[in-house]
Each structure stands twice: as C-alpha cells, then as structure tokens.
C-alpha cells in the first residue's frame, strides 16, 4: 500500500478495539500487484457481461414467479405487474434525482480553484457513483419493458379492455377466490389432512367444508385412477379444468354467505372507480 495510506497506523490507536495501531493493517495478506493487475485486466469483461444478469429477475423469474401466474384470474396477475412497476418506478425516481443532485455537487466542486485533496477524493466518489450507477438504472428500465410487455400480452389473450377499472377486478374476484380454496384444498389433501385455514376459507365463501373436499378426495381419486392405467397421469391442464369445474359449481355459494351476515351486495358500485362507463 501507499506511504500515504500506511502513515495513518502510525497514530496511536486502542488495539483492543480496531486494528488501526496494527503497522501492517492496511497490507494485503494475498493479494499482490500480480493478483490485482490480473483483477484489473477481467473487469471489462465483468463489465460487459453484468449487463445480462444486474438486475434482481431473470425474465423467467419475473414471468412465472414473480407475477404469480398460478393466481386464478388474469385481473390478479395484471394487479401483480402493477405493483412491481409501481415499486421499480419508486426506485428508479430515487436514483435519478440522486444522480442529479451528484451532478450538480461535482459541477460545484469542479468550478472551485481552492480543492483540497480530499475535496478531490469525494469529487471522484461522485463520478464514480455517477458512471455506476447508469447500468442500474438500464436494467431497471429494462424490467419496467418487460413488464409492460407482459401486461399488454394479458390484456390481449385474455380479452382485457383497454380501459378496464376497479369494477373488472372486483367482477372477477369470486372466480380468483374458489379457484384459490380448491388449490389450497388439494395441496391439503396431499398432506394428507385438511387445513383448519382452508376450511375457515371455504365458509366464508358460502362452501360446505365437507362437500368441497369431497370434490378434492373424488378428483384425486380419478386422477390415480388414470395413473395407475395408463402408466401416466394427466397434464395441468386436468387440474386447470377441475378448478374451472369447481368454480362452474360453487360461483354462487358466497351469496349464502353474504346474506348470512346481512350484507345485500359484496360491493358498493359507487366507492369503486370506474373508467369504462358507457
């Protein structure tokens, strides 16, 4: 290390609480201008390459975890893309105006004739936070991209209008909701029980407990049927479709429960935002 550098241990310092009065505190024990001339020679290929991984999601990731694409409604996964535009939107205002703000800050220091070196030392901090901060600033544009994508592909395969609005989303709730209990009930069922949460689920839905899960125990059952025929089981889409049967089935039963408790209608239309009135 520098003489500059090496002169601070110099000082007298508490060797019990920092290793500052240590001479050779500021030594690398590996690492030599060999190692560290071999580092310097990688980072442009780190540089280049980082470009394909800087950022907290693969594609993939984003696509089929992040979204959440087993949610039962397309309105919940549209809910979902919102959300982490909203979060990476947030992120991203942070970083723009701090990078402006280190802007100025290195035009003011670059305008003074009076620097002292460690004037200049934070003057350089700014830069490089400045030139640092660029590739996460591109991959977050990136995500917001590819959100928008995903988001605009729903909308189209999925019949979404353009203008849809809190209506919609309520309008589909039920669907999300049965489709959500009978998924939570066959994963019970696959542990072999049944949750006391899920049944809770179930009853405020207007569902008989024991009926729905004697829809779970008989689609199981014809499942390992098939299995154990065949050699082979159903795809996804078999359960896809018990879900889609199972809501065909119970779509109404949360009218029971409604009425149980009071309640006329499950939503107030004039406290929901609607952006798509005729």
């Not at 549209?78 to 035009?107: D, H, M, P, S, T």
């Not at 989303?169 to 949750?195: L, P, T, V, Y």
Request: hydrophobic share 35%; charged share 30%; proline share 3%.
């Amino acid at each position: 290390m520098s003489k500059e550098l090496t002169t601070i241990s110099e000082k007298r310092f508490n060797p019990i609480i920092t290793r500052a009065g240590d001479v050779n505190a500021l030594t690398f024990k590996t690492i030599d201008d060999k190692a560290l001339a071999e580092i310097n020679e990688w980072m442009p290929e780190v540089n280049r390459a980082t470009n394909s991984f800087n950022k907290q999601n693969s594609q993939t990731t984003l696509s089929l975890m992040t979204l959440n694409m087993i949610d039962s409604g397309p309105y919940r996964v549209l809910r979902q893309i919102l959300a982490q535009v909203e979060k990476k939107r947030g992120a991203l205002k942070e970083n723009l105006y701090n990078i402006e703000k280190k802007k100025i800050q290195y035009a003011e220091y670059n305008e003074r004739d009076d620097l002292t070196p460690l004037d200049d030392l934070e003057m350089r901090k700014i830069a490089c936070d400045i030139i640092d901060s660029k590739s996460h600033i591109e991959q977050a544009l990136k995500e917001l991209g590819s959100l928008k994508r995903r988001y605009e592909e729903i909308c189209k395969n999925k019949g979404i209008p353009e203008d849809w609005d809190e209506q919609d989303f309520e309008d589909e709730e039920i669907e999300h909701h049965i489709k959500s209990i009978f998924r939570n009930a066959i994963r019970d069922k696959m542990q072999g029980g049944c949750n006391m949460g899920t049944q809770e689920y179930m009853e405020q839905f207007g569902l008989n407990p024991i009926v729905a899960y004697a829809c779970v125990d008989s689609y199981l059952a014809e499942t390992r049927k098939i299995i154990n025929d065949t050699g082979q089981g159903p795809d996804i889409n078999s359960l896809y479709q018990f879900y889609d049967n199972m809501f065909n089935l119970f779509k109404n039963e949360y009218k029971k429960a409604a009425a149980r408790i009071g309640l006329d209608n499950i939503t107030q239309a004039d406290f929901l935002f609607k952006d798509n009135v005729g």
